[in-house]
């Protein structure tokens, strides 16, 4: 297994930018999608962003779409979440999440490797 590590999640003000990371110490190689969920107690799990590490396609979910981007760094073996005009809303646990499998998507099921998540938390 890949271990995953996300990092830069914090606390800022509404409208506010945030950059989180995700790294896997033996690399994405192996891996063909990685997706970024986010969660709040008591709620479902929800994919906000997700990438096709070879084509590099993306897809995002309506709630974040022209204020988040999905982005990698094969060099640096890192992938990124860019989170701009961030809203209270935004506030959650950030997970990255990667598959090996054909299957690229927002559900939380296609993914088997997890980060720990980062907590992202946004004041109005």
């Known amino acids: 297994q890949v271990p995953l590590v996300e990092s830069g999640g914090g606390s800022v003000q509404a409208g506010g930018s945030l950059r989180l990371s995700c790294s896997a110490s033996?690399?994405?190689?192996?891996?063909?999608?990685v997706g970024w969920f986010r969660q709040v107690p008591g709620k479902k799990r929800e994919g906000v962003a997700r990438?096709?590490?070879?084509?590099?396609?993306?897809y995002y979910s309506d709630s974040v779409k022209d204020r988040f981007t999905i982005a990698q760094d094969n060099a640096k073996n890192t992938m990124y979440l860019e989170m701009n005009n961030l809203k209270p809303e935004d506030t959650a646990m950030y997970y990255c999440?990667?598959?090996?499998?054909?299957?690229?998507?927002?559900?939380?099921?296609?993914?088997?490797?997890w980060g720990q998540g980062t907590q992202v938390t946004v004041s109005s």
């Open positions: 990438i096709w590490r070879l084509s590099g396609k993306t």
């Open positions: 033996r690399g994405f190689r192996e891996i063909s999608c």
């Open positions: 999440a990667a598959t090996p499998a054909s299957v690229c998507s927002l559900d939380s099921a296609a993914f088997h490797l």
